[in-house]
Nanobody, 123 residues
């Protein structure tokens, strides 16, 4: 019912920036939230940031606060993740996800996922 297409990943040096995009299509929920997760090799998928579609309510993992910014463009049905001051520890596959209702940090509560985009930060 909902399709998510991600873009913007790549290779960047420590201290650099990347902007990830997640375009949503298809029939979505009346009230929903979108979020970014990431998963490094051998590690559990972790919550990075989330946003209500109205853009008013946002949440960030402690590890990215002050460096990452989530935003949305309703006209384009797109959510963005601006990543600044990147560190090697940020290296992971980044996933966009959507769920009905409020923002949560639990992967199991999101019904739809994007394909993932690789972010690699070199030292």
């Amino acid at each position: 019912q909902v399709q998510l297409v991600e873009s913007g990943g790549g290779l960047v040096q420590a201290g650099g920036s990347l902007r990830l995009s997640c375009a949503a299509s298809g029939r979505t929920f009346s009230s929903y939230s979108m979020a970014w997760f990431r998963q490094a090799p051998g590690k559990e998928r972790e919550f990075v940031s989330g946003i209500r579609w109205n853009g008013i309510t946002t949440y960030y993992a402690d590890s990215v606060k002050g460096r990452f910014t989530i935003s949305r463009d309703n006209a384009k049905n797109t959510v963005y993740l601006q990543m600044n001051s990147l560190k090697p520890e940020d290296t992971a596959v980044y996933y966009c996800a959507v769920r009905s209702g409020t923002i949560t940090s639990s992967t199991s509560e999101y019904a739809y996922w994007g394909q993932g985009t690789q972010v690699t930060v070199s030292a």
